[in-house]
């Protein structure tokens, strides 16, 4: 079990977290859900250690990251870009046939879609030897089609990876289809946690059930 006890977080006058804990179930997703603003980001940050807080937590994980943007060095190639969290050559052409870039690794950012440069932050992040990795909202900017293919890419990896992941969205379909566990955070506190039932993405439309449920959370008062 990972745990954050008795945080609290300020930006000058500005109160994010006080007196709150959080667990998270190791070798699960736990999605954080939640409208903008409600210190999604800031949780990642500070369980990556990149956000001082005052609190306790533990234990104390290394991190791997995917972020909203790809953040590839421009200036190396694919395979580059994968070295410089992992030495292994092997291992990066095996992870880069995983994510579906066999052929790539001379490539540029520059010349890489969307898509494509997502799957290379994706390779890094499992080519990292992280225990804990974190995802701040790594597919808002694609099309739906796309967002589940990548979705189940993830998801593929990670089922014989068995890391464990924290997932940051504002968006209740992708909580379906990533998580294990869902927890809607506001105003810095858990106001609803709940475990859907069944794989992510394959019992998407089981699942569906639940969306009304996790939408009357969020907009509660």
């Given at each position: 079990m990972?745990?954050l006890?008795n945080?609290?977080k300020?930006?000058?006058?500005?109160?994010?977290?006080?007196?709150f804990?959080f667990?998270?179930?190791?070798?699960k997703?736990t999605?954080?859900l939640g409208?903008?603003?409600?210190?999604k980001?800031?949780?990642?940050?500070?369980?990556?250690?990149l956000?001082?807080?005052s609190?306790t937590?533990?234990p104390?994980?290394?991190?791997?990251?995917i972020f909203?943007?790809?953040?590839l060095?421009?200036?190396l190639?694919?395979?580059?870009?994968?070295?410089l969290v992992?030495?292994d050559r092997?291992?990066?052409r095996?992870?880069?046939a995983?994510?579906?870039l066999?052929?790539?690794?001379n490539?540029?950012?520059r010349?890489l879609?969307?898509?494509?440069?997502?799957?290379v932050?994706?390779?890094?992040?499992?080519l990292?030897?992280s225990?804990?990795?974190l995802l701040?909202?790594?597919?808002?900017?694609?099309?739906?089609?796309?967002?589940i293919?990548?979705?189940?890419l993830f998801?593929?990896?990670?089922?014989?990876?068995?890391?464990?992941?924290?997932?940051v969205?504002?968006?209740v379909?992708?909580?379906?289809m990533l998580?294990?566990?869902?927890?809607?955070?506001?105003g810095g506190r858990?106001?609803?946690r709940l475990?859907?039932?069944?794989?992510p993405?394959?019992?998407l439309?089981?699942?569906?059930a639940?969306r009304?449920?996790?939408i009357?959370?969020l907009?509660?008062?």
């Amino acid at each position: 079990m990972i745990e954050l006890k008795n945080i609290t977080k300020k930006y000058g006058g500005v109160t994010v977290y006080e007196n709150f804990d959080f667990a998270i179930e190791e070798g699960k997703i736990t999605c954080i859900l939640g409208e903008s603003g409600s210190g999604k980001t800031t949780l990642l940050n500070m369980l990556a250690g990149l956000t001082p807080y005052s609190g306790t937590s533990s234990p104390s994980l290394t991190c791997s990251y995917i972020f909203q943007q790809p953040r590839l060095v421009p200036s190396l190639t694919v395979f580059g870009n994968l070295s410089l969290v992992c030495k292994d050559r092997a291992a990066i052409r095996s992870m880069l046939a995983r994510v579906g870039l066999e052929g790539r690794e001379n490539s540029y950012p520059r010349r890489l879609s969307g898509g494509q440069a997502q799957r290379v932050a994706i390779a890094r992040a499992f080519l990292y030897p992280s225990r804990l990795m974190l995802l701040d909202e790594p597919f808002s900017s694609l099309d739906l089609a796309l967002k589940i293919k990548m979705a189940q890419l993830f998801l593929d990896i990670r089922r014989s990876d068995g890391r464990t992941a924290v997932f940051v969205t504002h968006d209740v379909d992708e909580a379906l289809m990533l998580a294990n566990d869902i927890a809607i955070l506001r105003g810095g506190r858990v106001v609803r946690r709940l475990s859907p039932e069944g794989e992510p993405v394959a019992d998407l439309f089981a699942r569906q059930a639940l969306r009304g449920e996790l939408i009357s959370a969020l907009v509660s008062e």
